[in-house]
């Protein structure tokens, strides 16, 4: 009976990058990185490098560009994960650049083979096979023959005992080249322009052997280096809701009874109302609630920072540690980014109550080609970050329209746990806000509409105007009781 073979995978050291490629990186697989100019492939071919090559299993990086090594390294020490100590030791460059442009390739095949053979390397990178390519079609030599060498060549890469990678420079993935046969695994790079906005995302299009994560991946490059933003999966191990249900409290009191006495553990509630009408400062209650309980919070941001000036309360918690921020600015946002930096909060500080402040701001964060789908990855989102365990509450900008009641721009309401409304009401010439419990899933409720004030102490909610009748119109009218009714009373 024959014994199944074990595929060992490599930790790839570029962070989410494992995710993507279902486990790592398979050893003695034959890779492909392509992808336009720009788009990061040597980066990707390095940081890999780095994180792999060690001087009992080292690393041949063969460049061919017309560029001496000396220079593309002077561009990758900028980078975190450069280590100066490994050159010689562990990686070793060989310059194939002369033999590429005297055009005869059977001759870079044969340096190649030997420099291989003499080295015996764990890891083989030839950067940029493109250029080998395009070098060739410029020479008058017969003896060349492009898909012989591009065939020999990746054949011999698949029988070396050596994780080998080529990386080449193409634009589409219609681009005919028996290479794209012969890989064991294909990641493909890409980048595109919308107004100000550069995105680059990746494609695991091949990997034999493995489960990939399908799709596109947003990932981004720092000084650190690269970093894929792959989806966060939904726990599998998530707690079935308990019943009694345990309730959170929100810092306001008359909240809690609207609520049936408090949010559900692990329910995702939206607030949707107008600007002005205390959607931050009950977030902020919210937090403030939990702090009080010894309970640990996490918030983001996409509109003001909080600071002394405007919310003494939330920013003391922020630098005390009790409530963890995700303010990030920088451009070209996906979802999937701000999914990753919340729950790396909520991992570290062990958080049970999130915020996330607004959903119209976050929205204009993204980056345009990102609020295509916003409705699916929001869906996305909230579904990774109660799948944590953590009860989540979002606010949303609504424009005060009164021929209708909506509770989000997106069409997103049925995806929350719960609703709180809130709206503006005119009464004898005085702008009033009035706020309702939409829904609180699997939960009774309060169906009442309340007035509620703001101070200094935060919401204050008050009665309901049983005489009036219209309030979601915006303007009122006093109720006309039937004048049998009133008799009987």
Request: charged residues 20%; contains cysteine.
């Amino acid at each position: 009976m024959s014994t199944k073979v074990t595929i060992n995978r490599l930790a790839t050291g570029v962070p989410g990058l494992d995710e993507v490629l279902g486990g790592g990186l398979p050893e003695f697989s034959f890779n492909l990185i392509a992808g336009p100019p720009g788009c990061g492939k040597t980066t990707l071919a390095h940081q890999m490098m780095f994180a792999l090559a060690t001087p009992e299993r080292p690393a041949l990086f063969f460049t061919v560009l017309g560029e001496p090594p000396l220079k593309m390294l002077r561009y990758q020490q900028q980078f975190d994960f450069f280590d100066n100590e490994a050159i010689n030791q562990s990686i070793r460059y060989v310059n194939l650049a002369d033999d590429t442009l005297a055009g005869n390739l059977d001759e870079v095949l044969r340096r190649i083979v030997s420099e291989v053979e003499a080295h015996s390397p764990a890891l083989v990178f030839v950067d940029s096979f493109r250029s080998v390519v395009l070098a060739s079609q410029t020479q008058d030599n017969p003896n060349n023959n492009l898909p012989q060498f591009v065939q020999q060549l990746g054949m011999l890469m698949t029988t070396w005992q050596a994780t080998t990678f080529l990386i080449g420079e193409y634009f589409t993935e219609t681009d005919t080249n028996p290479i794209f046969t012969v890989a064991d695994g294909l990641i493909w790079l890409r980048q595109s322009v919308q107004r100000n906005s550069m995105v680059r995302k990746m494609e695991i299009m091949k990997m034999r052997g493995q489960p990939t994560l399908p799709g596109l991946h947003t990932f981004r490059i720092a000084t650190s280096g690269i970093k894929v933003f792959a989806p966060a999966a939904p726990n599998p191990a998530e707690a079935p809701l308990e019943f009694p249900i345990k309730r959170l409290k929100m810092g306001v009191a008359q909240l809690d009874e609207m609520l049936g006495g408090g949010l559900p553990r692990g329910y995702s509630l939206l607030v949707a109302g107008p600007s002005g009408s205390g959607k931050s400062i009950l977030a902020a209650s919210f937090l403030a609630e939990g702090a009080r309980n010894g309970e640990t919070g996490v918030i983001a941001v996409f509109e003001q920072r909080p600071n002394h000036s405007q919310n003494t309360t939330l920013a003391d918690l922020i630098q005390s540690g009790q409530v963890g921020l995700v303010d990030s600015r920088a451009p070209d946002l996906s979802i999937d980014e701000i999914v990753q930096l919340l729950l790396s909060e909520i991992t570290r500080l062990k958080a049970t109550r999130v915020v996330i402040d607004s959903l119209s701001g976050f929205e204009l964060a993204l980056a345009p080609t990102f609020r295509e789908d916003f409705r699916e990855s929001l869906s996305r989102m909230v579904t990774s970050l109660t799948s944590a365990g953590v009860s989540v509450l979002m606010t949303s900008e609504l424009e005060d329209r009164y021929t209708d009641l909506r509770f989000s721009p997106y069409g997103t309401a049925f995806l929350t746990d719960a609703i709180i409304v809130q709206r503006y009401i005119e009464v004898q010439s005085r702008l009033l806000r009035i706020m309702a419990v939409v829904k609180v899933r699997a939960s009774t409720h309060s169906d009442e509409l309340r007035l509620y004030r703001i101070d200094d102490n935060g919401l204050q909610i008050g009665e309901m105007l049983p005489e009036q009748e219209g309030l979601l119109g915006g303007r009122p009218t006093r109720q006309r009781f039937n004048k049998t009714t009133d008799e009987q009373k």
